[in-house]
């Protein structure tokens, strides 16, 4: 008989990469904003810090995407190449974006492209999940 037995092992997570559905078209974001590809927003932040990679310094902005269990997040740990875990067409993972329980993408971001209202201690739990969950 084989078995699968599961063994913690620690990993270091940099970032968060998240594709997101535009649902609502221009009336969520409008399709000039950062990240924005088509009906897709697109962001690759430091876990750590809250920064959004590649955000155009100066711009101030508040984001609120309805998306209704349809993105796709993924950890990476020291590199991009370095995938550790995703959740797809799932829930918004509680913990570490902020956000309406579940459905929705809410952020706070300033000039620097820090998200000002990322959690102090990010949470992963949701991206692994046991046979009992």
């Not at 990240?35 to 310094?57: M, N, S």
């Amino acid at each position: 008989m084989k078995i699968t037995i599961p063994v913690p092992t620690e990993v270091q997570i940099k970032r968060i990469e998240i594709a997101a559905p535009v649902n609502y078209d221009e009336e969520e974001i409008p399709n000039d904003f950062p990240g924005r590809k088509g009906d897709t927003w697109h962001a690759l932040i430091e876990v750590d810090t809250g920064e959004i990679l590649d955000w155009p310094k100066g711009r101030e902005e508040k984001m609120h995407l309805t998306v209704k269990d349809g993105g796709v997040y993924s950890l990476y740990g020291k590199s991009d190449h370095d995938h550790v875990a995703t959740i797809n067409q799932d829930y918004v993972p509680h913990g570490i974006i902020p956000g309406s329980y579940g459905d929705t993408i809410e952020l706070d971001i300033g000039g620097d492209g820090i998200i000002k209202n990322w959690p102090k201690k990010p949470k992963v739990d949701a991206f692994f999940h046991t046979e009992e969950d």
